[in-house]
Nanobody, 122 residues
Framework: QVQLVESGGGLVQAGGSLRLSCAAS????????VHWFRQPPGKEREFVAA????????RYSASVLGRFTISSDNTKNTVLLQMNNLKPEDTAVYYC???????????????WGKGTLVTVSS
């Protein structure tokens, strides 16, 4: 089991940027696919981005491609999500999740953080 802790959420104006961080408890972080999901108010949790640390493979949802960048710092067991050109529709609780394989389905994740709130004002 991997313990995950997100940070970096907050309030930002449309067009602004935020960087989220996901810190993991395991030294074998590189063996996992680390995902970011988000849950907008009143909606279901949706896939945002994922990274396989050991081979630096990344995937993005269509809604964030070109605006968000996922990266990893294996020396700190941390995955970052740089979010640029934020839009009001990006408002959500953002969750970090880990699994042994890639999936865009929240039900396939093995471990979750508690989430961090991102609010984008218009």
């Amino acid at each position: 089991q991997v313990q995950l802790v997100e940070s970096g959420g907050g309030l930002v104006q449309a067009g602004g940027s935020l960087r989220l961080s996901c810190a993991a408890s395991t030294r074998t972080f590189g063996n996992y696919f680390v995902h970011w999901f988000r849950q907008p108010p009143g909606k279901e949790r949706e896939f945002v981005a994922a990274i396989r640390n050991s081979v630096f493979s990344t995937r993005y949802s269509a809604s964030v491609l070109g605006r968000f960048t996922i990266s990893s710092d294996n020396t700190k067991n941390t995955v970052l999500l740089q979010m640029n050109n934020l839009k009001p529709e990006d408002t959500a609780v953002y969750y970090c999740a880990a699994s042994r394989r890639f999936s865009d389905s929240a039900s396939d994740m093995d471990d979750w953080g508690k989430g961090t709130l991102v609010t984008v004002s218009s």
